[in-house]
């Protein structure tokens, strides 16, 4: 099986800030997603399929000669009310080796049913392959199914996947399938035309080891002049939907006093992330310092008493150093030393590695000495110290004793970030607890929406102030990192026609998004615009001017592009140089380079083809000749952000390319590990300048986003890792002694560096939920389940200790919530479990699961907070935000989780704790209710811990906009 899932790029780049949020259409109890073309089916208000895809392949699959690539089914018509929703799919396409015509249509009506129909024509020189799949279904509503055909039943969905790698098939070549007991009722499946296949997906690499079925003609020869035909018909019957019984488990909670077992004192854990290229870890010891002497080379002096240095403040304030206590060494390097309890200066020391940025540190019991290649490398070895000592109060001081010797592997280390009217203090702390001490050393600050002075009446109100701004890039310089403005012109030119201003300049005014380059009105008013913006900057050197997705090959969602009957005599390549031209030409003359995004200058049929990617993505050139014209006809001082977002997809990039044809590259990655690592590799490999971490979460940057974009966020740290230390490349392990510890998550990193009160320790009285009364499933049970599968895993320990300082009590025993999911397995499933508190509760952490992933977002459960004055508050938990399934390793969506790992069937599980923070601190509690909300999916709760009190924990960050108060 040669399926190959492609993921569809504009819902993963700008373009997600709207698509994320696409209209629904409805038909009965069918909901669609997408607007004038076929996106997620959901069926009374669950996920059932999302859209598939046609292909075709050379016999044997020696190559590919076409994929939809997740081009949408579009046309959408309603006919009426009793025929329901029509989406077609028409395509005519001559490729290399002849001609493909198919049409392909979805039509749901409102009596369940949905039926699927492809014709396809194919005229070539040979026989060729087809796969087709019209849609791939969500696995979780179909999960314990059984299958049966006329003949009799021939098997169930399993609960868990299979064993070896590749498509299982369920059910091939039949006429008629039912699929009894799913979560929507009764699912009869029929077929015409060419019989078709069912198969299980799950540990299919093709399909990315998605949780999903595969309906569909799986590897048909179709031979020159042949038509062939295939109809899929599904009809759900009894949805009558099922009644849940009101059942609730009571169980006590508060007790008089936080049990010590559950009382978790900060954990002090010592690592260096970036992880350096040297390091020799010695043991640790606790100084307690009476007297401190620093003193620095003549050129870091005069930079401190500048104020140039602002990161030595942290390291004076922790070692309690007054400026007029500065002293001067003789040396003209860049050095730093602090002499600890007058042991006076060292002699000794290594020298710094000979790379740019390089650093050297040395920390003792003694004293401590770093040394910089130049002065951004004493910069990093400053941040590094920060990492290696802590100081629980003033003049006393662990030390992780140390040798350092470190550089990076990549020249630019950047983070593209939004701007917002709320970003500023967001953005603050982001550079000092995360982006600078990580030795990011580029900021990338995508602010078309910015309060742009000279144009009042492009003001959103999201806009940032441009005097916030200009504090931003002020804050950005003096922690090291070097700020971009990034504007994008030509595509996504949205914020050009904001409150409807502009519509004459548009190229397609019916529906706004790119610029007309012909007139010069535009020019005018971007030009204003990027004067402001140098200004504000601080007159950069370098300047995104953005280009991505002015057309993608088979999708019109953004408009018509040429669209003005003289522009489309033009051409989109004349188009696209001759503005790039005019911005770069522009920004020259004011002494300023230009940066761009490369996806319109490659095609798809361009680098080294592969099994896992058989087409290149981001790559939306009209034909590999447009590709090398436009490439051919732009100044070589452009630097080319060459961006892929799919792990994996990295792997056939740009970089070689763009090289060749004399341009500095930069490879841009997005959220998912694999592809940030996959990333690094690349552009180590190909000798890149370097990379750039991009965020996509909306254009109103703010800090709430992290209880909803969280892994966004957490990534940076990734990236972080991966450009400076290069540690994913062989050879490039650490090197240091077995004292090493063991290297965090990218989360817990995050959470530690951006709220370090997480980690405070608890205090005053508390309470841990005794739920052994309501228990009736155990991590050891021997039900079928995917997290058993016959055989025991260990559990982790009795008690989990959270980032957010709150221990959970856990032996292993959950309480299974009822669900059509659980009915057949846990009689008498409860529905609420009420832990009975009447008294305060400052925080309460929750260690969850589900059984099974339902679409990302789902509200799974609520807590129903009851507090003693009658006042009710409901907190949704979310799937993927609060709560994910055991099997599923991803960061979660919001900071206030945390994964907690298992080990079982050879792999690893994950618990979640959920911490919820009380707006309402001062009222007392007198009960909260754990409620399960899910029909296809079961909650699994492990255990609750609340506590009265914490010390010095700001809240500012976490608004309420998740918590409806009644």
């Known amino acids: ?64 000669y076409f994929s939809t690539d997740g081009g949408a089914f579009s046309n959408l018509t309603i006919t009426n009310k009793r025929d329901g929703l029509h989406f077609t799919r028409v395509i005519s396409t001559k490729l290399q080796k002849g001609t493909l015509n198919s049409t392909e249509t979805c039509d749901l009506q409102s009596t369940g049913i949905a039926r699927f129909r492809l014709k396809l024509l194919w ?72 019989p078709p296949s069912l198969g299980d997906g799950r540990n299919d690499p093709y399909l990315s080891n998605r949780e999903v079925l595969w309906p569909g003609l799986l590897g048909i020869t179709v031979h020159p002049g042949q038509l062939i035909t295939c109809t899929i018909g599904l009809q759900i019957v009894n949805t009558s939907k099922q009644t849940i019984p009101e059942h609730a488990a009571s169980v006590i909670a508060y007790t008089s006093a936080l049990p010590q077992a559950v009382r978790i004192a900060q954990h002090i854990q010592h690592f260096i992330i970036p992880e350096p290229k040297h390091v020799v870890w010695m043991q640790t010891s606790t100084v307690n310092c009476t007297h401190v002497i620093l003193r620095a080379s003549p050129n870091i002096v005069a930079m401190i008493r500048r104020g140039e240095f602002t990161n030595l403040n942290p390291v004076a304030k922790m070692f309690g150093i007054h400026s007029e206590e500065l002293g001067q060494l003789p040396d003209t390097s860049n050095v730093i030393q602090i002499s600890l309890n007058n042991s006076g200066r060292f002699t000794a020391q290594p020298p710094p590695p000979r790379h740019e940025e390089g650093y050297s540190l040395t920390v003792r019991n003694s004293g401590i000495s770093a040394e910089g290649h130049d002065t951004a490398g004493i910069r990093w070895a400053l941040e590094t110290l920060l990492q290696v000592v802590r100081s629980p109060k003033p003049g006393v001081f662990s030390l992780q004793q140390c040798n350092v010797s470190d550089w990076p592997s990549m020249h630019f280390r950047g983070v593209h970030l939004f701007v917002g009217k709320q970003a500023l203090p967001f953005h603050t702390r982001l550079l000092m607890r995360i982006l600078a001490p990580l030795k990011i050393n580029r900021l990338v600050l995508e602010c078309e929406y910015a309060a742009w002075k000279h144009h009042p009446e492009l003001i959103t109100p999201f806009s940032m102030p441009l005097t916030d701004l200009h504090h931003e890039v002020i804050t950005a310089k003096d922690l090291g990192v070097t700020p971009i403005p990034l504007i994008e012109t030509l595509g996504h030119s949205q914020w050009l026609f904001t409150n409807h201003h502009n519509l004459a300049l548009a190229e397609d005014p019916k529906r706004p998004y790119a610029y007309d380059a012909t007139n010069l009105k535009v020019y005018k008013i971007i030009f204003n615009i990027f004067g402001q913006a140098l200004k504000v900057f601080d007159f950069p050197r370098e300047f995104h001017i953005g280009h991505d997705e002015v057309k993608i090959p088979g999708f019109d969602g953004f408009g018509e592009y040429p669209a003005r009957p003289n522009n489309v005599k033009l051409g989109l390549e004349h188009l696209f140089v001759g503005d790039v031209l005019s911005l770069h030409n522009w920004l020259a003359r004011h002494g300023v380079k230009t940066m761009m995004w490369g996806d319109m200058l490659l095609n798809r049929e361009e680098g080294t083809t592969t099994t896992e990617n058989p087409s290149m993505q981001a790559a939306n050139a009209p034909s590999v000749a447009s590709a090398i014209a436009m490439r051919r006809a732009l100044p070589k001082d452009i630097t080319i952000c060459d961006w892929r977002y799919g792990a994996g997809s990295e792997q056939r990039n740009g970089l070689a390319i763009f090289q060749k044809d004399g341009f500095p590259t930069i490879g841009a990655s997005w959220y998912e590990p694999a592809n940030i690592q996959g990333w690094a590799n690349q552009i180590i490999r190909h000798h890149a300048k370097g990379l750039l971490q991009t965020t996509w979460d909306g254009y109103d940057s703010r800090a709430s986003l992290l209880n909803s974009g969280f892994r966004q966020y957490a990534a940076f740290v990734e990236a972080a890792d991966a450009a400076w230390s290069g540690r994913i490349l062989p050879g490039s392990a650490n090197t240091g002694s077995s004292l090493t510890p063991a290297f965090p998550t990218a989360s817990a990193v995050f959470r530690d560096l951006y709220e370090p009160s997480f980690s ?123 709560i994910c399934p055991l099997n599923l390793g991803d960061p979660s969506q919001s900071i206030l989780s945390q994964r907690i790992p298992c080990e079982g069937m050879g792999k690893g599980l994950m618990l979640r704790s959920f911490t919820w923070y009380n707006p309402n601190p001062t009222e007392a509690v007198g009960e909260i209710a754990y409620r399960a909300t899910s029909r296809q999916t079961s909650v699994l709760l492990f255990g609750a811990t609340g506590v009265s009190s914490r010390q010095r924990l700001h809240l500012a960050m976490f608004p309420a906009p998740l918590q409806v108060e009644r």
């Open 1 to 64: 099986m040669k399926t190959k899932l492609l993921l569809i790029v504009l819902l993963i780049t700008s373009s997600a800030v709207s698509a994320l949020c696409a209209p629904e259409t409805t038909c009965g109890k069918w909901t669609v997603t997408g607007s004038n073309q076929l996106g997620d089916i959901y069926y009374d208000s669950i996920l059932i399929a999302t859209p598939g895809m046609l292909q075709l392949f050379a016999p044997g699959y020696k190559s590919g």
């Open 123 to 194: 005229t070539g020189t040979g026989d060729a392959v087809v796969e087709w799949n019209p849609v791939l279904l969500n696995i979780s509503p179909f999960v314990g199914a059984v299958l049966s055909t006329r003949s009799g039943e021939i098997g169930s969905i399993p609960y868990i996947r299979h064993g070896h790698p590749g498509m299982l098939t369920l059910a091939s070549g039949f006429h008629h399938l039912v699929l009894r007991g799913t979560a929507v009722g009764d699912i009869h499946i029929s077929a015409n035309g060419i």
């Open 760 to 882: 405070a320790k608890c205090s005053g009285t508390g309470w841990s939920a005794d739920l052994s009364s309501a228990a009736n499933t155990s991590v050891n049970s021997q039900l079928p389940v995917p997290w058993v599968a016959g055989t025991k895993f260990a559990v982790p320990s009795r008690l989990i200790r959270l980032q957010s300082g709150i221990g959970i009590a856990f032996n292993g025993t959950a309480v299974m919530f009822h669900s059509s999911y659980s009915s057949s397995v846990v009689p008498d499933a409860p529905t609420t479990v009420d832990m009975h508190v009447a008294h305060k509760v400052f925080a309460v952490a929750f260690l969850h699961a589900l059984t099974y992933p339902v679409p990302e977002g789902t509200v799974v459960a609520n807590i129903v907070v009851h507090y003693m004055n009658g006042k009710m508050l409901i907190v949704p938990v979310r799937s993927g935000f609060n």
